[in-house]
């Protein structure tokens, strides 16, 4: 097959689009005054709509500090897909952790490196292949990644292979169930792109990845997976993980419980299984994925009591 009129293969990479990439990673996307506030205004519906649980590393951590003794286990986390401002490999560091942040394009991890200047190590590497030690942390996380990775499968067994028994993963990823009044995905411009049949979103991805890459933000690796809370249980399960939570599930197991009939009435609500599915189906494309001890370890594997914390 003869190469393309401008020299190229239709598989070799387009310089100008990376380059836009990475520019938009670091310096955003300016935009018109009417579409920036358009986009405010989407932005406020959509938290009202569907407000996010986690808005800080601290959320994150009292979240985990549910499923692990930190103390017991280390303090030792990855974040894959750092990119080239890692923020929560920052967040992390300074809350007592051992981070190290994984990054695919060579270009985000020299920025990457420049930007921590010095407070973590950040590797080269993809999901697929963390380029860390197997059972050498305590948290994993896959902040959106996993929607872009060539395997899901595959990502999900190296993560598990990396953890310590005992350990977390904690995902947050695209939502195919979501629903969204203007239809906005935060990953395609093309609106009620979740909601569209397999065929006709991989012929989205061909054309951003052919002809217009500013359907997805020029991304070479642009979201091809779409999944509901099951979708991640079931392959959770197959990868080796134990036991799934939604940010829903444990900040309520969090919080101090409610005396008196409004403290009946939110514990009825959230010990029922359809009202759960209805919530965790919209208000989060977050799980939690504890990888079960072995044999002998940590509690003799039987899993995190949650029973402390008034469920």
Not at 110 to 130: D, I
Not at 151 to 160: F, N, Y
Not at 279 to 299: C, H, N, V, Y
């Amino acid at each position: 097959m003869r190469a393309s009129r401008e020299g190229r293969r239709l598989t070799d990479p387009v310089p100008e689009w990376e380059e836009q990439y990475v520019r938009r990673k670091v310096e955003g996307v300016k935009r018109p005054l009417p579409a920036r506030a358009f986009g405010a205004l989407e932005t406020l519906l959509d938290e009202w709509t569907h407000p996010r649980p986690l808005r800080s590393t601290a959320e994150l951590l009292g979240c985990i500090d549910l499923l692990l003794d930190a103390d017991r286990l280390g303090r030792r986390a990855a974040v894959i897909g750092c990119g080239p401002q890692p923020e929560r490999v920052r967040d992390l560091a300074v809350a007592g952790y051992r981070v190290v942040g994984v990054e695919p394009v060579a270009e985000g991890v020299r920025l990457a490196r420049e930007y921590l200047a010095g407070a973590a190590e950040v590797v080269q590497g993809t999901a697929e292949r963390m380029a860390l030690e197997s059972r050498s942390q305590t948290v994993v996380l896959l902040e959106n990644v996993l929607e872009h990775v060539d395997s899901v499968g595959q990502t999900l067994l190296e993560a598990c292979r990396v953890l310590q028994p005992g350990g977390v993963l904690f995902v947050r990823t695209t939502n195919r169930q979501r629903c969204s009044l203007t239809g906005v995905t935060w990953e395609f411009s093309t609106r009620f792109f979740n909601w569209f049949p397999r065929l006709v979103r991989e012929s989205y991805v061909f054309d951003q990845l052919h002809h217009r890459p500013e359907l997805a933000q020029f991304s070479p690796r642009p979201a091809v997976h779409w999944f509901s809370f099951a979708d991640l249980c079931a392959s959770g399960r197959e990868a080796g993980f134990a036991r799934f939570y939604s940010p829903h599930d444990l900040l309520y197991l969090a919080r101090r419980p409610q005396r008196g009939w409004r403290g009946s009435v939110s514990r009825w609500s959230h010990r029922q299984p359809w009202l759960r599915a209805l919530a965790i189906s919209q208000l989060t494309g977050d799980i939690f994925m504890w990888k079960r001890p072995e044999p002998g370890e940590i509690r003799g594997g039987a899993g995190p009591d949650l029973r402390r914390h008034g469920a």
